[in-house]
């Protein structure tokens, strides 16, 4: 039996109610005057939507209720039903959706589509409309343990066994059932089908279809005895039957996923449960599954509407109140000073209509806390004047705790939803944390949005778009900026607008994305990697000290991810940026969902997003360790060595298309640097050096260079931080661009020599950068030497100098 989705239903409980209290003033609308078909338009659209909402939910039992009453309203409206019978079905409409807020809070409380309470108004409804009632087959319920009737460590039978077996049984099963459905030869034909069943039943041991076959085995029975009359829900039971058959013929040992087993086997349990006497295989199919003489009555009560509930909890906590307040006004002790028979006694009445209360709202747990109270207090109050035969302070504490405990949680389901779980004060907790932790999250998804957005039109302005894809590129990477507020740049609206057209202006659009970038506001994307970092440690944190290790954990994963990625300048919309999304995503859900509904199992969701987070792992170590490494050697010799990037084997046909493109490169940077030293201030060189240096990062990491990719992207970073006003473009910074640069032809060709690359050289350059963007973040980067006495070596000498430090970022 499928089971609905509580957490979709309680965001839409509310909606549900409001349609029906719209149906039901269209409804009273039309009543007094019949002329009024708008009216009852109106009324008919109401009831459609819950209709279309409970079948989106899964409700199918519910949506009987509202399909009758759907017929109900087109026979009104078409006049088919008249005179008495037309107030008849007045009354009958007004009284389902009376009953249908009662029906969603019981099905909320008990998680499950029972059917419980619309026997009644489905069959009025029909009745007044001419039709036949509905068997009560429908609308039957009762637990049943996941297991029962299913037999424990067997399998079923061969594919080839069931195939064979199922392809001798159909025609037979279909011609019996038939004819019992008929009424001719009904005990020979049952016997038939209850053998086939049994058959069918050995060949699924062990699955949900065993106890199936199982229960159909005592309805032919029950139809054999005549203790059951065929109907029309025994007709859709054997007619499910006939389908699992030709599964079976067809697909061997797998069950049909269309046909729902669970419902059938509940239905097949209301007529053996309402039969009046018990043959042999009723009683073991009652005796299996707990079945009694009380079992159709008690699953026939009628709902409560939650109103009286609320009333009774009320009123309970009313006399807790009162309770309450006495102790915090009166001293214990001095009660205990009076005779006994002078005590007050009020407080023990009041907790007693307390509990009284609890009990007629269901709520025994509660209820039964109250009892034990009661009984400390009045050993307490019966205790001799000093109290020598009590612990008074102890006893007193205890009832304080007890009612205070039970005060809160009344006061949780009042707040929260009556079918809301025991144990009030963690909920809170739980809800206080998860609630700021949803602010938190939002944050680290608003700055990664931010980040995301940047590095896109970062991309694209790389080189001036030429192709129709680099276009579409550029404007693509413009609006999701643009998109964010509705005014403003309107000639480059109108500039994205003619290249989606087909007719750009690329040389326009190009500068005017440029001036765009330049004009960006808001906190700069290292700004925006730090917070999010440190939001993600209060996320992991708080759910940790709530007991939430599982989600910690993830978060912890996700925190780990981006700090690796950011030190790897690898945070891009890639599978890896993919997969922390998933997981955090997926937390998210989980957390939301535990909120609304803490019963609800989000195991599936939770392990989804332990699965990605795991995944995370994966390129956390694959990627280069960035600025968390300096140089290979260390301060302390006796240390761990420290892993640093290398560079792969690089494909013949690559490597020289890589050292051409990167020598045209070079000479461009040569001149861009030229004009920026004699100009330092000018942003628009200084930003086209800092695009060469990302085209080296990614050129080089593409093809296995991946030193000189490092190199590429420590320089970048370094102007990058410049460009964004955190690091000053002084005169270190720009004497070490210059000598970068000037490294770079022979860096260039050692990659075309048979003794390869210069790896110290490269190292010693990287690390400078590092050394002086660490400076910018307000690192202490080591004792000894420091970017000027690093830039100093680099000045005297070519030669590899080893930086005897690790940046820890």
Request: aromatic share 6%.
């Amino acid at each position: 039996m499928n089971k609905p989705d509580i957490v979709a239903l309680k965001w839409v409980i509310g909606l549900i109610k409001g349609q029906a209290d719209t149906a039901e003033s269209a409804l009273v609308e039309f009543g007094d005057d019949p002329k009024q078909k708008q009216a009852l338009l109106r009324c008919m659209w109401s009831v459609h939507q819950i209709t279309s909402t409970f079948k989106t939910l899964g409700l199918s039992k519910a949506e009987m209720l509202t399909l009758e009453m759907e017929r109900s309203l087109n026979f009104l409206y078409k006049e088919k039903i008249v005179g008495e019978r037309r107030k008849l079905a007045m009354g009958g409409l007004m009284q389902a959706l009376k009953i249908i807020p009662a029906y969603l809070e019981h099905t909320e409380a008990v998680r499950v589509d029972t059917g419980r309470g619309l026997e009644h108004f489905v069959n009025d409804l029909r009745r007044w409309s001419a039709e036949k009632p509905r068997s009560g087959a429908f609308f039957f319920y009762i637990e049943i343990p996941l297991r029962v009737g299913i037999t424990q460590d067997v399998s079923t039978a061969g594919v080839e066994e069931i195939q064979s077996c199922a392809n001798v049984m159909l025609a037979l099963y279909l011609e019996m059932a038939k004819q019992a459905l008929r009424g001719v030869k009904i005990v020979e034909s049952m016997k038939t089908v209850a053998r086939v069943a049994r058959k069918m039943q050995e060949l699924f041991a062990g699955t949900e279809a065993e106890r199936y076959w199982f229960a159909m085995i005592g309805l032919c029975e029950g139809i054999a005895a005549g203790l059951i009359k065929p109907d029309d829900c025994i007709a859709q039971i054997f007619k499910s039957g006939a389908f699992s058959i030709k599964y079976a013929r067809e697909n061997g040992d797998k069950l049909d996923q269309s046909i729902d087993y669970s419902s059938y086997l509940m239905q097949m349990l209301y007529y053996i449960a309402s039969c009046k006497s018990m043959p042999v295989h009723i009683t073991q199919i009652r005796e299996t599954f707990g079945i009694d003489k009380n079992t159709i009555s008690e699953a026939s009560r009628g709902l409560v509407h939650s109103d009286a509930i609320i009333i009774s909890l009320e009123g309970a906590l009313k006399r807790l109140d009162k309770v309450v307040e006495f102790l915090m006004t009166n001293d214990v002790a001095d009660i205990l000073r009076l005779p006994p028979e002078t005590r007050p006694n009020n407080l023990q009445e009041d907790i007693e209509l307390a509990e009284q209360r609890l009990i007629a709202a269901g709520q025994m747990q509660h209820a039964e806390a109250l009892e034990n109270v009661r009984t400390q207090l009045a050993l307490l109050l019966q205790s001799d004047q000093n109290g020598e035969s009590l612990n008074i302070p102890e006893v007193v504490s205890s009832v304080s705790r007890g009612i205070v405990d039970v005060k809160l949680d009344l006061e949780h389901k009042l707040n929260h939803g009556l079918h809301s779980s025991y144990a009030g004060k963690d909920f809170e907790l739980r809800e206080t944390v998860v609630t700021a932790t949803f602010k938190q999250m939002a944050a680290v998804e608003s700055h990664l949005h931010q980040i995301l957005r940047r590095t896109a039109l970062k991309a694209a302005l790389n080189t001036k778009p030429d192709t129709a894809e680099e276009i579409l590129h550029l404007s693509t990477a413009l609006k999701r900026h643009l998109n964010k507020f509705d005014e403003g740049h309107a000639e480059l609206r109108q500039a994205i607008k003619d290249a989606d057209s087909g007719v750009p202006d690329t040389g326009l659009l190009y500068e005017l994305a440029l001036q765009f970038m330049d004009q960006l506001e808001g906190m700069t994307d290292r700004e925006a990697l730090d917070i999010s970092l440190n939001l993600l440690d209060d996320i992991a944190g708080a759910l940790h000290f709530v007991g939430m290790q599982r989600e910690g954990a993830v978060i912890d994963k996700c925190r780990n991810w981006l700090r690796s990625a950011s030190e790897m300048d690898s945070i891009h919309e890639d599978e890896a940026c993919r997969c922390f999304a998933d997981a955090f995503a997926q937390i998210e859900l989980h957390l939301q969902r535990s909120l609304i509904d803490p019963l609800d199992d989000t195991a599936p969701i939770i392990a989804l997003a332990e699965d990605r987070a795991a995944e995370l792992d994966k390129w956390n170590s694959s990627g280069s360790p960035g600025r968390s490494v300096v140089d290979v050697v260390t301060i302390d010799e006796s240390a761990p060595p420290v892993t640093q990037v290398q560079d792969t084997e690089i494909p013949a046909e690559f490597r020289d298309v890589f050292i051409e493109e990167s020598e045209e490169m070079v000479s461009e940077l040569s001149e861009l640097t030229t004009d920026w030293l004699q100009n330092p201030d000018n942003d628009s060189v200084l930003r086209d050096i800092r695009r060469h240096f990302h085209t080296f990062k990614g050129n080089g990491r593409a093809v296995g260079a991946n030193m000189l990719g490092e190199l590429g992207w420590a320089a970048q970073d370094l102007l990058d931080r410049s460009l964004d006003g955190e690091l000053d473009a002084d005169e270190s910074v720009q004497s070490l661009v210059n000598q970068l640069v000037a490294a770079l032809p022979e860096l260039v060709k050692s990659y075309g020599d048979d003794t390869g690359p210069d790896v110290d050289r490269i190292r010693e350059l990287t690390n400078a950068c590092f050394d002086m963007t660490a400076g910018a973040d307000g690192e202490s980067a080591s004792q000894e030497p420091g970017v000027t006495g690093l830039l100093s070596n680099l000045e005297e000498s070519n030669a590899p100098q080893p930086v005897a430090k690790t940046l820890a970022r």
